[in-house]
Each structure stands twice: as structure tokens, then as C-alpha cells.
């Protein structure tokens, strides 16, 4: 994973990914974990205390993140805090 998500994609982009997502798009996945990944990363081993407690929160977020995905279309809010807020929840979740 490099490169971090703020510096990877300009605002005209935002609801790209999630676009794709919710299509179905199976090239999406590369691009996913590239501008996300890192961030994704950093947030489960913040609220984790080992790599694989770190390693299944972010299996799960990423799941989280492809149900969300087709309801993403009806927010105003940026890819990038939609993208936040669901790792956090998750995060969250895992820790109770």
C-alpha cells in the first residue's frame, strides 16, 4: 500500500470509488486498497492491540465498506470521511 489518500486523489474524485463499488466493478479493488489502504491501516492498528487483531479489523472494514457502498451514492458527504466514519464504527464495534 502506498501513497495516502489525501494525496492520491483530487476532490473531483471523491464518490468515485464508491461508485465503483456499488457497480460491482472488479477492477475497483487495486485502486481501493491503493488510496485507502494506508489510512484504513493506520485506523485498525490505532484501536487494535496486535497485527492480527489489526488484520481482521480491516477485513472487516472492508466489508463494511462494500455494503455501504450502493447507499454512499445518496450522501453529499466527502468519499474520504464517508470512508473515516465506517472504519471507526467498525473499530469501535471490535473493541466491545
Same mark, same amino acid.
Given at each position: 500500500?502506498?501513497?495516502?489518500?489525501?494525496?492520491?486523489?483530487?476532490?473531483?474524485?471523491?464518490?468515485?470509488?464508491?461508485?465503483?463499488?456499488?457497480?460491482?466493478?472488479?477492477?475497483?479493488?487495486?485502486?481501493?486498497?491503493?488510496? =485507502?489502504?494506508?489510512?484504513?491501516?493506520?485506523?485498525?492498528?490505532?484501536?487494535?492491540?496486535?497485527?492480527?487483531?489489526?488484520?481482521?479489523?480491516?477485513?472487516?472494514?472492508?466489508?463494511?465498506?462494500?455494503? =455501504?457502498?450502493?447507499?454512499?451514492?445518496?450522501?453529499?458527504?466527502?468519499?474520504?470521511?464517508?470512508?473515516?466514519?465506517?472504519?471507526?464504527?467498525?473499530?469501535?464495534? =471490535?473493541?466491545?
Amino acid at each position: 500500500m502506498t501513497g495516502s489518500a489525501t494525496s492520491r486523489i483530487q476532490p473531483t474524485d471523491f464518490l468515485t470509488i464508491l461508485q465503483r463499488i456499488a457497480k460491482k466493478d472488479k477492477t475497483v479493488i487495486e485502486d481501493f486498497v491503493n488510496t =485507502y489502504g494506508d489510512l484504513i491501516w493506520a485506523l485498525a492498528c490505532k484501536f487494535t492491540a496486535s497485527t492480527a487483531e489489526a488484520e481482521t479489523a480491516t477485513r472487516g472494514i472492508f466489508s463494511d465498506i462494500w455494503r =455501504y457502498a450502493e447507499s454512499a451514492d445518496k450522501t453529499q458527504t466527502d468519499e474520504i470521511i464517508l470512508i473515516s466514519l465506517i472504519a471507526r464504527r467498525r473499530l469501535v464495534k =471490535y473493541l466491545l
